[in-house]
Every structure is written in C-alpha cells, then in structure tokens.
C-alpha cells in the first residue's frame, strides 16, 4: 500500500506561481510511475503530467506544457509540480497519483491505483 498527502494548494493571482508536493509513504519504488490530474467544478479528472520514479522520463499535457514541471525526489519520497505563470482556467483540485508495478508512462486515471485526496489551487484574475 501507498499513501500519497498533497500539500501547497492556495490562492494566487493570475500570472503567479505554486509549487505543489506530494508526499508518499515511506517505501523504496523499484518501479513506478507517478503522476498530477486536476479536476475542475463540472469536469472530468485530467491528466497533467506524469514522471517515471526511476528514470525521471517525463509526459506533459499539452495545456502546461512550458508552464508546469513535474520533478522527483527519491530521497525524500516526495513527488513535485512546480506551476507557473497560472490562469483562472487553472483552477481545480489538484491530486498525484500512482502505480508501483511499472514504469510506463500514462495519461488515463485509470492506470492509477493510488490517489491522493487532492489540493485546491485557486486562481484569481
């Protein structure tokens, strides 16, 4: 079992930046892949980026691609999406997500099998 606990979610103007970081629970990943979605009040879950523990290969939606970046830390355990220049239309609850029995790369809610419980990110205009 793996426990993921998002945290850095808030209020920024549009322009601003967040950083958001996923904590997951103490293990050492021989293979995963984890990832960020968000969803919107009225949408579905989407995908944002996705990061292969081990590698560090990384997957982008096209709608943060230059604005977002996923990054790990293995020592820590920690799982990162730093955003930038932020829209309103960015506003959502944000969560990671991951699967510990491979390393490849996916844009479906589906191949997750573990979920945080999310972190509203607010941006105003």
């Known amino acids: 079992q793996v426990q993921l606990v998002e945290s850095g979610g808030g209020l920024v103007q549009a322009g601003g930046s967040l950083r958001l970081s996923c904590a997951a629970s103490?293990?050492?990943?021989?293979?995963?892949?984890m990832g960020w979605f968000r969803q919107a009040p009225g949408k579905e879950r989407e995908f944002l980026a996705a990061?292969?523990?081990?590698?560090?290969?990384?997957s982008y939606a096209d709608s943060v691609k230059g604005r977002f970046t996923i990054s790990r830390d293995k020592a820590t355990n920690t799982l990162s999406l730093q955003m930038t220049s932020l829209k309103p239309e960015d506003t959502a609850v944000y969560y990671c997500?991951?699967?510990?029995?491979?390393?490849?790369?996916?844009?479906?809610?589906?191949?997750?099998?573990?979920w945080g419980q999310g972190t509203q990110v607010t941006v105003s205009s």
């Open positions: 997500a991951a699967r510990t029995d491979t390393a490849q790369l996916r844009t479906t809610t589906s191949w997750y099998n573990y």
């Open positions: 103490s293990r050492t990943f021989v293979s995963a892949v």
């Open positions: 990061i292969s523990w081990i590698s560090s290969i990384t």
